[in-house]
């Protein structure tokens, strides 16, 4: 998944969001009943500007140039991460926080 998929658009949010999906496949395929992804893969980035950061949203669909796309000066998703999915985007956010805390006592 990621690097490895058959797909133009190649970035870590969005392979981390290709791992679930083809997680949920392989629990499927040895019959277990897994619910299916919250929402389709969303492309998400932040921009940093001399006013912040800029969050920046948009769907994968193949409709016209920005259709749905968003860009905010305060978080779209939470935590405000690099990688955003359901497990890994926390678990990340929790592990910076620990190391954080250890360096600053």
Known sequence: VGDGAA????????AAQQADAAVRAL??????QVPD???PPVLRGV????DGPLFLQG????????QDSVASLTPL???PSKVVTRWLG?????LVSRRTAAFAA
Not at 47 to 50: D, F, G, M, S
């Open 7 to 14: 797909h133009s658009r190649k970035q870590g949010g969005l």
């Open 27 to 32: 629990l499927r395929d040895i019959g277990r």
């Open 37 to 39: 992804a919250p929402e």
């Open 47 to 50: 921009l940093a500007t001399p």
């Open 59 to 66: 769907p994968l669909g193949y409709g016209a140039p920005g």
């Open 77 to 79: 998703w939470d935590p």
């Open 90 to 94: 926390p678990h990340l956010a929790d």
